[in-house]
T-cell receptor, first 112, second 115 residues
Framework: LAKTTQPISMDSYEGQEVNITCSHN???????ITWYQQFPSQGPRFIIQ???TKVTNEVASLFIPADRKSSTLSLPRVSLSDTAVYYC?????????????FGTGTRLKVLA | NAGVMQNPRHLVRRRGQEARLRCSPM?????VYWYRQLPEEGLKFMVY????????ESGMPKERFSAEFPKEGPSILRIQQVVRGDSAAYFC?????????????FGPGTRLTVT
């Protein structure tokens, strides 16, 4: 059963780069690593997904080392509106169902 | 470019009543997942459906809960004889196909309050 470990909370200031690292020691060969963002009273919003090496989009970058046992979400120049809970997910595939196992995530608080 | 839609957004039910939660997947998506989120916790998988089929219901409570995804219309999560412990946010997500299950797009959720 794939499981992730990430910091419970982080504080940052506006304009800084924020890196959130996630451990997933038992990741399976066919698992993707996906990060979601969730604001209060809203559904999780997809940020970025990767399988290996580095992925970058307009919102964030995702760094995955060769052994894939961890990953780092990098948010460049955060703003107050980036205050949210960030979930690192790997799927559990049982009988072909790709099930996301959500932990408690990392509560990022961006300060002015 | 409509995303996943859920209604109602808020639902209040008295103990013993039935709750029906609806989810319309993204256009072109035929796979739906339901998750439940208790306060201050992460989402927990409940059930995975394809049109007219329940594929995986391993996260569904054995009693009072059921789900369907008919050929026409939205997916429905039904909770019979609600109890206070059913109060939670219920989210659905959709994906385009089974082998793209890692691409799940979530709706805004339905917040169920049982009084």
């Amino acid at each position: 059963l794939a499981k992730t470990t990430q910091p419970i909370s982080m504080d940052s200031y506006e304009g800084q780069e924020v890196n959130i690292t996630c451990s997933h020691n038992n990741i399976a060969t066919n698992d993707y690593i996906t990060w979601y963002q969730q604001f209060p009273s809203q559904g999780p919003r997809f940020i970025i997904q990767g399988y290996k090496t580095k992925v970058t989009n307009e919102v964030a970058s995702l760094f995955i080392p060769a052994d894939r046992k961890s990953s780092t979400l990098s948010l460049p120049r955060v703003s107050l509106s980036d205050t949210a809970v960030y979930y690192c997910l790997v799927g559990e595939t049982t009988s072909g169902t790709y099930k996301y196992i959500f932990g408690t995530g990392t509560r990022l608080k961006v300060l002015a | 470019n409509a995303g996943v839609m859920q209604n109602p957004r808020h639902l209040v039910r008295r103990r013993g009543q039935e709750a029906r939660l609806r989810c319309s997947p993204m256009k072109g998506h035929s796979h739906v997942y339901w998750y439940r989120q208790l306060p201050e916790e992460g989402l927990k998988f409940m059930v995975y459906l394809q049109k007219e089929n329940i594929i995986d219901e391993s996260g569904m409570p054995k009693e009072r809960f059921s789900a369907e995804f008919p050929k026409e219309g939205p997916s429905i999560l039904r909770i019979q004889q609600v109890v206070r412990g059913d109060s939670a946010a219920y989210f659905c997500a959709s994906s385009p196909s089974r082998d793209r299950g890692h691409e799940q797009y979530f709706g805004p959720g339905t917040r169920l309050t049982v009084t």
